[in-house]
């Protein structure tokens, strides 16, 4: 059962990787500099029935590219 969560764990983190954009830092960056920068961010999230809206802080770096990620696995998804 472990090796099963590892091996879903890594596709989805190879899944998040091939989804940023190439001239960003973290297209080539190892799996701990991104868990790091990207899945261990905190934001205010405010869930009605329709969607689910984020509030990063002002002084957060990684919200465009947390926004643009987003995007991008949306439209792999369709």
Not at 48 to 71: H, K, N, W, Y
């Amino acid at each position: 059962m472990r090796l099963i969560l590892h091996t879903a764990a890594y596709w989805r983190m190879q899944t998040l990787r091939d989804a940023i954009h190439q001239p960003q830092l973290l297209a080539s960056g190892e799996f701990s500099t991104i868990r790091v920068r990207l899945l261990k961010i905190a934001v205010r999230a405010k869930e009605t029935a329709s969607r689910v809206r984020l509030a990063f802080a002002a002084d957060c770096r990684d919200a465009e590219l947390f926004r643009d990620l987003i995007g991008a696995l949306i439209q792999r998804a369709t």
